[in-house]
């Protein structure tokens, strides 16, 4: 892990942005001492910070920055560092021509008014979950050995599919937050049983690329005692202020 | 509307019992000045108070109160004056031989392990509908006539069905927060996309005594733009903590 750029943000958070290998990402820290003027809530805990992996779509981080700041601002006033990564295929990775072609016969599907064939989503979704995860790993081996950043881990947003095998997979993350917004393969529903930290699953009920019932199905298929589902009406990116609050609340709850 | 009580309870809130005619109710008001070592969150406005009527299952109030009373607390902390009515057929006022024949019928078809009839549903929710929605809105005629209690009105818990009429009828109520943990009758779910206020609508995910899709329908049916469901892990009475505070927040955002 590799530091490439620093700069302080006007909170008082430091933003640094790193490659690991070949990936690039980006790590947020709060201040370790409060800011002038600004009154954290709750005041940060001394001492290592615990870590909120950001996940997020695959659009690029450049592109997604704006929202990935805010993200990690909000988290760092929590007393959380936070941090992403790129996922394969986005931003100034090498692009992934099977992908493509997936997401090209997943649009032609949609716009035919036909459904979205198991192949399709596997083809989609699978490959990103496969390289993802182990990625993300490794990004947590490399952010847990910095002094200033602690246990325990939190996952929050993005491709749930990823978000799901990780929380499957990775016993050092102790609660994930959720988005129900995108196709899951038949084979990650399967893991979700396998899931038993704690979940906020957020959920737009209207969303137009997401099946409802699958949806509710795979929160049902979750074997966490403790979980929840969160179903605000509107869009895709219609997301409420306040459904991201309670997601917040829900974090400092099991990390703090 | 008659006060036969009154108490101040340790955290300053005023508790007061009354008759609204036969029916006996009971009033909390947040105190109106901060209690020295309480530190309200947020500060209580000055001048008139919100009031929250809060709904409860036909228990009886004498059984119900120990719950109430909480809700109470949490709400005149937040600024919220709050009341509720005994249900007709609960507590001291007359049995109601059709709606007990129809709670038998029900337990009846439940050991059996049969499906339960539109007409049980309905024999043992429409009549409770139909004389408890009139009462709450007296209820609410003599309570905002007080000068310490101001607009505007929220509607909280208890049988769904009241609240559904309620919010569907009242136009004084402006936001509710529902659980649906209860049989639904087909009139009333109709009624349901009549409601037009923002809802907060809890769901148990196994509620025993709950139709998990009949409550999804709901929840789509309503008419209301601004609408979220919070789906928890576990039985009837197993709303977590964390769900309250969430039920409470969405009252202070819409009625303060």
Same mark, same amino acid.
């Given at each position: 892990?590799?530091f490439?750029?620093?700069?302080?943000?006007?909170d008082?958070?430091?933003?640094?942005?790193?490659?690991?290998?070949?990936?690039?990402?980006?790590?947020?820290?709060?201040?370790?001492?409060?800011?002038?003027?600004?009154?954290?809530?709750?005041?940060?805990?001394?001492?290592?910070?615990?870590?909120? @992996?950001?996940?997020?779509?695959?659009?690029?981080?450049?592109?997604?920055?704006?929202?990935?700041?805010?993200r990690?601002?909000?988290?760092?006033?929590?007393?959380?560092?936070?941090?992403?990564?790129?996922?394969?295929?986005?931003?100034?990775?090498?692009?992934?021509?099977?992908?493509?072609?997936?997401?090209? !016969?997943?649009?032609?599907?949609?716009?035919?008014?036909?459904p979205?064939?198991?192949?399709?989503? !596997?083809?989609?979704?699978?490959?990103?979950?496969?390289?993802?995860?182990?990625?993300?790993?490794?990004?947590?081996?490399?952010?847990?050995? @910095?002094?200033?950043i602690?246990?325990?881990?939190?996952?929050?947003?993005?491709?749930?599919?990823?978000?799901?095998?990780?929380?499957?997979?990775?016993?050092?993350?102790?609660?994930?937050?959720?988005?129900?917004?995108?196709?899951?393969?038949?084979?990650?529903?399967?893991?979700?049983?396998?899931?038993?930290?704690?979940?906020?699953?957020?959920l737009?009920? !209207?969303?137009?690329?997401?099946?409802?019932?699958?949806?509710? !199905?795979?929160?049902?298929?979750?074997?966490?005692?403790?979980?929840?589902?969160?179903?605000?009406?509107?869009?895709?990116?219609?997301?409420?202020?306040?459904?991201?609050?309670?997601?917040?609340?829900?974090?400092?709850r099991?990390?703090r």
């Open positions: 892990m590799r490439t750029s620093e700069q302080r943000l006007d008082g958070v430091l933003e640094r942005e790193f490659t690991l290998g070949e990936i690039p990402g980006i790590l947020w820290t709060p201040p370790a001492a409060p800011v002038p003027g600004m009154a954290p809530d709750p005041a940060p805990a001394p001492g290592p910070a615990p870590l909120i @992996l950001l996940g997020h779509p695959p659009l690029g981080l450049r592109k997604m920055y704006p929202r990935l700041v805010d990690a601002r909000r988290s760092a006033a929590d007393g959380f560092a936070s941090a992403t990564i790129e996922l394969p295929g986005s931003g100034d990775r090498p692009r992934q021509p099977a992908a493509e072609q997936a997401r090209a !016969d997943l649009r032609r599907a949609i716009e035919a008014g036909e979205v064939s198991d192949e399709i989503v !596997d083809a989609l979704v699978l490959p990103l979950v496969d390289q993802a995860v182990p990625e993300w790993q490794s990004a947590l081996d490399a952010l847990l050995a @910095l002094p200033e602690g246990g325990p881990v939190g996952y929050s947003g993005g491709v749930i599919s990823v978000g799901v095998r990780l929380a499957a997979v990775e016993h050092r993350v102790a609660a994930a937050v959720l988005f129900a917004g995108s196709f899951v393969p038949r084979a990650v529903f399967e893991e979700a049983r396998r899931v038993t930290v704690p979940l906020h699953v957020l737009q009920w !209207d969303d137009e690329g997401n099946d409802r019932q699958a949806a509710l !199905d795979l929160f049902d298929a979750f074997g966490s005692e403790e979980k929840s589902l969160h179903a605000h009406l509107g869009g895709h990116t219609g997301v409420p202020q306040s459904a991201g609050d309670a997601a917040a609340r829900f974090l400092t099991h990390l």
